[in-house]
């Protein structure tokens, strides 16, 4: 009785270990193959993607009442049909001033929200809003605007009909510098120094 039982106890010890590697094998796996989603809306209407809609992050870290905002959106026109947007809508702010570099709407232009500003969209290709083709910025803020803080657009095409997207302000594109830490055990010993000198003080009476 006691070999056997012997037996199976270092079975059972040899084999602890593997089972414990499998286990912590498991959870891993579960996580290694996970990617970050890419920051910024999307939203498709008909064969028009938008992907990573944002406003470009403001100097100083937030925007202000009457400040302009530009956006980044890439277009993509996955149909067979050129397509084109026609205008740019939402409240939350004044006009949308709309600039390409080449094309009928070549020179700058600056309407009102909604109006019949237009950027072509050529069939099977993307166009970067906020690039060196066009670039659309919101006029005029009603309110200040931080990051993480969102205003919804809606996008007109001449094809594919609109979408609604959530906007955000983007991130800043890299870490800002942190202010000075504050020393706790600095502030320890300046308490003590004034609770001494206001015993000697109080002896000193």
């Known amino acids: ?77 996955g149909g067979t049909e050129d397509d084109t947007l026609v205008s740019v809508e939402g409240e939350g702010f004044g006009d949308v001033e709309i600039r390409t570099s080449t094309g009928a709407t070549g020179a700058s232009s600056r309407r009102s929200a909604g109006s019949s500003d237009e950027i072509e969209i050529p069939a099977d290709s993307t166009i970067f809003i906020g ?11 009603d309110e200040g605007l931080a990051t993480g803080q969102y205003m919804e657009l809606t996008f007109t095409f001449e094809n594919s009909g609109e979408v609604t997207v959530p906007v955000t302000v983007a991130n800043p594109d890299e870490s ?14 300046s308490e003590e120094s004034r609770e001494g000198e206001q015993r000697e003080g109080g002896e000193n009476n």
Do not use: H, W
Request: proline residues 2%.
């Open 176 to 189: 800002l510098e942190r202010g000075e830490a504050f020393d706790f055990q600095e502030e320890e010993g």
């Open 1 to 77: 009785m006691n070999r056997a039982l012997g037996a199976a106890t270092m079975g059972v010890l040899l084999l602890s270990p593997v089972a414990l590697t499998a286990c912590s094998a498991g959870q891993v796996t579960q996580t290694a193959t996970q990617e970050r989603d890419k920051t910024g809306a999307q939203g498709q209407a008909g064969d028009i993607t938008l992907r990573q809609a944002q406003l470009t992050y403001p100097r100083g870290g937030v925007y202000e009442s009457g400040d302009d905002a530009e956006l980044q959106v890439a277009i993509v026109n």
């Open 131 to 141: 690039g060196d083709e066009a670039s659309l910025t919101l006029t005029d803020l």
